[in-house]
C-alpha cells in the first residue's frame, strides 16, 4: 500500500535514501524525467504547442530544471521562468546542466510564449504558509493562462501538511513521490488528479500511515466457493430505525447484504418491522421497542452474530446507552455509528470497557467525534491522523474518522487512510 506522509515524514524518507547510498541528485534526476514521462502520457498533444515551467529556488524547482532539460531532449519547445536569485545548491546546479544545454529562459513579468501547458515547480512539500513576492504574483500570472496546470508535488499555495489553501491555487494533475502528501487528500479539489511515482526510495516505514484502495479492501474479504449458501457466508444484525429513521436501519442493512453478508437481521421498533416486512422481503427481523432491555432472544442472536451494527436512526431518547451496553457484551464484534455514539457523550472510559474482549468499531463523523473526544476536536481539523490515533488509545477500540479523507486508527498499529467515495455517500434515511 501507497504511504500517506507528513512533509517531515517526507523528508525523513529523503534522508533515509541518502544513508542507504542514493544520493538526492539521483532522485531529483529521477523524479523530473518521471513527471516528462508522465506529462508524455497525459499531455502528448498539448506538449507540442510548448511548456512553460515555473520553478523555485528549492529542489522542488530542482526537480522543475531536471523536466524541462527532459523535455527539450526530446525536441519539446520548452521555456523556464522563475524569481531572481539563487537557489538550493542542488538546484543551482541542475539548473547549471540545463543552461548548458541550451535552455531557454523567460523573466517571471517579462513577454512569455504561447504554450499549451503549465508546470508549477514553484513549492514542494515542506513549503506552508501563504506564497510570498515574488512568487505570489509568478503564480497570480500562471494560474491566469488558460492552460492545464501540472503541479510537482502539488499546487503552490497548498500546505500539503495540513491541506490549507492559500489563495488562489489549483491543479489539473499532480504529479508526486513515493506516496502521497496529506494534503494531496485533504485539498482533493485543489490538487487534481494525483499521480505517484516510485524515483528509488528505500522501504516506506510501515508505522507511517497507508492509502487503502479498493483492490485491498476486495483482498481481505474471504472469497465465496461454489457451494456456499447463506449460513456460510455470515451473520449480520443491525439495529436501529426508530420512530420516522426506517431508511437509516434499511440502507445499513441492505450494505451488509452487498458486502456479502448471507443472512441479515434487522431489530427495530415494531412499526418500523411493519414497513421493513414490505420493503425488504430478503431482511430477517426482530420488533423490539428500543425503550426496553433486550431480552433472551435478541442478546442470543446478537452473540451468534459475526457482527452487529448499532446506532443509524437508534435515536437519542433517554436509555439508549444502557441498550447499546447490552446489546453490545453479547456480541463478540460490534460497529457503533450514529445515535449509538452520541450516546456515550462523556463516557469514554464505559466505551473503553466495552472494547475489551471483542472487536468494537467506532464508525464518528466530524460531529460525532467532537462529541466523543472534546479534547481532540482542534486537532481533527488539521491532523485527522493523529486525533484518530489519540481516540483509539484514549477508548481501546478501532475508530473510523469520518471525512476527506477517512481515517482509521487501530490500537498498537498504522493508521490506514480511505480516499474512495463522493459526496453521494453521505445520505440520512
Known sequence: MLSVLSPQQSSSWDQQAVAAGIDLAT????????????LGDRFAGALGDGVLVAVGPGHNGGDGWVLARALQRLEVPVWVTGPAGSGAPLTERVAALARGEGMREVAPDG?????????????????????RAPMAALLERLLDLEVPVVAVDGPTGVDLASGIVHGASRADLTVTFGGLRRGHLLARDEVGTVIVTDIGHPPADPRWPSLVTDDDAAGWLRRLRVRDHKGDRGRVVVVGGDAGMTGAVRMAARAAFAAGAGLVHAVAPPETVAALVLAEPDLQTVAHPFDRAPDAALLSLVARAEAVVIGPGLGRAPGRRELVAALVGAAPAAVLDADALVAFQGAISELARLAQGRSLVLTPHPGEFRALFPELAAERELDPWRAAEAASSACGAVVLLKGVPTVVARPGAAPLTLAAGNPGLATGG
Open 27 to 38: 532522485l531529483m534526476e529521477c523524479a523530473g524525467r518521471a513527471v516528462a514521462a508522465v
Open 111 to 131: 513577454p512569455w510564449p504561447s504554450v499549451g501547458l503549465v508546470v508549477d515547480a514553484l513549492l514542494g512539500t515542506g513549503a506552508s504558509g501563504p506564497p
